[in-house]
């Protein structure tokens, strides 16, 4: 596992959608378990969604429960997460890593990241 490149980020108002997609710069992410992360602010990273590498479950924080999806289509080497009824506080830098440890565990950010910023 390497790195990755988020992009999919923007400038949206509440209530809005994004969908953010994450892919390899090199390798494969079909045999990993994959997660979404973001850190606000201020505040420390945390975690946001997760799947196992074939997807058969998903994981979400509380916060994010029943607004955000993530998905994986290892076919095309892609994660995504789509985001709607976005929130002010769902405003943060989000990153996509491989899972190393703990899949509902905050994994450190090995990439740029993508911005969303949730204002009205």
């Known amino acids: 596992q390497g790195q990755y490149v988020e992009s999919g980020g923007g400038l949206v108002h509440p209530g809005e959608s994004l969908t953010l997609r994450c892919v390899p710069t090199s390798g494969t992410i079909a045999y990993s378990a994959m997660g979404w992360y973001r850190q606000s602010p201020g505040k420390e990273p945390e975690f946001v969604a997760s799947l196992p590498w074939d997807g058969s479950s998903t994981y979400y924080a509380d916060s994010v429960k029943g607004r955000f999806n993530i998905s994986r289509d290892n076919a095309e080497n892609r994660l995504t997460l789509q985001m709607n009824n976005l929130r002010p506080d769902d405003t943060a830098l989000y990153y996509c890593?491989?899972?190393?440890?703990?899949?509902?565990?905050?994994?450190?950010?090995r990439s740029q990241g993508t911005r969303v910023t949730v204002s009205s």
């Open positions: 890593n491989d899972v190393r440890k703990g899949i509902t565990l905050v994994q450190p950010r």
